[in-house]
């Protein structure tokens, strides 16, 4: 079974970057869709970006376009988000989740969950 694990979140002013980082284990060949989603207090798990592990390819929600960008590293086997120009409506935790088809961006398609990691945006 796929096992995820968040790091890289923290507290952050507005403007600054961040580049959260998720280790992946346990991955088989047909785990192929790993994917980025956040959830601010109070409101749904939304998706935020997904990489094809086999070629790179990538997806990225319509409300973070231009600021995030997802990739991942082979050799040693993480996906990154890095996201700049920080606002404070980005404050949510982060979770790396995979499963489904890429380029799935739907939360119940994805069956392996990471334990989150929390980005704290101030002004």
């Known amino acids: 079974q796929v096992q995820l694990v968040e790091s890289g979140g923290g507290p952050v002013q507005a403007g600054d970057s961040l580049r959260p980082s998720c280790a992946v284990s346990g991955r088989t060949f047909s785990t192929d869709n790993i994917g980025w989603f956040r959830q601010a207090p109070g409101k749904e798990r939304g998706f935020v970006a997904a990489v094809s592990w086999s070629r790179g390819s990538t997806v990225h929600a319509a409300s973070v376009k231009g600021r995030f960008t997802v990739s991942r590293d082979n050799a040693k086997n993480t996906v990154s988000l890095q996201i700049n120009s920080l606002k404070p409506e980005d404050t949510a935790v982060y979770y790396c989740?995979?499963?489904?088809?890429?380029?799935?961006?739907?939360?119940?398609?994805?069956?392996?969950w990471g334990p989150g990691t929390q980005v704290t945006v101030s002004s």
């Open positions: 989740a995979a499963g489904g088809m890429f380029p799935s961006n739907r939360a119940a398609d994805f069956r392996s």
